[in-house]
């Protein structure tokens, strides 16, 4: 038992050791994957629609719009509103699929999509994914 219980410590360090080399890149700007996309103007407007109907509710309903589909529930109420809005009319965005831990942040400008990292325990783990791609899921209401 005891020889198995250190495997596993040995194991799980081993784990903790490899995401951190694999997070090292702080700093490291990289080209985004795959190609530019516009948004339309359709789009667009919805998104504007979406908003202006968001701001009639609380920073609380906010954030428990943003819980339920699983997005980051941080910032001021404008940036609640603006996420709320992109999940209602481009869908939800799932985890980075890099560091499979962070939450991607989404530029509307440039469509690029990036990803900060992620807390594990009590350390940051950085990562320099981005993209032009991300797979959206259905909002949830």
């Keep these: 038992p005891k020889i198995a219980a250190d495997a596993e410590i ?3 360090t081993s784990m903790t050791t490899a995401k951190k080399e694999l997070h090292k890149s702080v700093g490291k700007v990289k080209e985004p994957l795959g190609k530019p996309k516009k948004m339309p103007a359709k789009t667009w407007k919805r998104l504007a629609e979406e908003e202006l109907a968001l701001h009639s509710k609380t920073v609380a309903q906010l954030k428990d719009m943003l819980k339920l589909n699983d997005q980051k529930i941080s910032g001021a109420k404008p940036e609640l509103i603006a996420r709320v809005a992109e999940g209602i009319v481009l869908g939800a965005p799932v985890r980075c699929p890099s560091c499979n ?3 991607p942040n989404f530029d509307r400008t440039s ?7 992620y807390m594990e325990d009590d350390e940051f783990m950085h990562c320099s994914w981005s993209s032009y791609n991300l797979h959206r899921t259905s909002w949830k209401e």
């Excluded at 469509?111 to 990292?117: K, L």
């Design 10 to 12: 040995t194991a799980a």
């Design 111 to 117: 469509g690029v999509y990036t990803c900060p990292g």
């Design 101 to 103: 831990g962070g939450k």
